[in-house]
T-cell receptor, first 110, second 121 residues
């Protein structure tokens, strides 16, 4: 079973601060996806990274896939209250069935 | 465009009662379909997935079953609910790989429904 460890589990910050959340595994993934989930709703895809070392930007969010395709990070610049939510990473491995991490719960205070 | 519908949104059921949650997808053909359970707003546990009509794979042995009577319909059921079945149930779909490689799923993302909050009392 491929496991994804996300850190930190909880993050509470003030508006305007920067933050980074991490997604780590001992397994190699063919691709990795980041989702954001708001309470009472299903997760929504933010980005998919496929190539080792790949960096993708989505407005104030920067996603990086590790060179060995075992880890990924999500960096948010100047966080806003609208960024509040549960951030989940999911990796697709040999069977391509996505495996999810436990998530990072982010609260951004105005 | 593709849409996914999941209902009901909330459900309160007594222990020992049956369960039926339904999920339908529109705007795509032959999708991969998934049922996940999420406890306490944390990570997602894969319960079942399906690559085609009548084809169900179970990831975790438990009190639940799934069926896919039509291409874009996925149903999660239980004959007798347990307290431990409480949770947030999410249905999702993804684009399948071409038919020749049905053993592999694509790297395409999952598209989730809005979930069903099940409370077993």
């Amino acid at each position: 079973t491929q496991l994804l460890e996300q850190s930190p589990q909880f993050l509470s910050i003030q508006e305007g601060e920067n933050l980074t959340v991490y997604c780590n595994s001992s397994s190699v993934f063919s691709s990795l996806q980041w989702y954001r989930q708001e309470p009472g709703e299903g997760p929504v895809l933010l980005v998919t990274v496929v190539t080792g070392g790949e960096v993708k930007k989505l407005k104030r969010l920067t996603f990086q896939f590790g060179d060995a395709r075992k880890d990924s990070s999500l960096h948010i610049t100047a966080a806003q209250p609208g960024d509040t939510g549960l951030y989940l990473c999911a990796g697709a491995g040999g069977s391509y069935i996505p495996t999810f991490g436990r998530g990072t719960s982010l609260i951004v205070h105005p | 465009s593709q849409t996914i519908h999941q209902w009901p949104a909330t459900l309160v059921q007594p222990v020992g009662s049956p369960l039926s949650l339904e999920c339908t997808v529109e705007g795509t053909s032959n999708p991969n379909l998934y049922w996940y359970r999420q406890a306490a707003g944390r990570g997602l546990q894969l319960l079942f997935y399906s690559v085609g009509i009548g084809q169900i794979s179970s990831e975790v042995p438990q009190n639940l079953s799934a069926s896919r009577p039509q291409d874009r319909q996925f149903i999660l059921s239980s004959k007798k609910l347990l307290l431990s079945d409480s949770g947030f149930y999410l249905c999702a779909w993804s684009t399948a790989q071409d038919a020749i490689h049905q053993a592999k799923f694509s790297n395409s993302p999952l598209h989730f429904g809005n979930g069903t909050r099940l409370t077993v009392t």
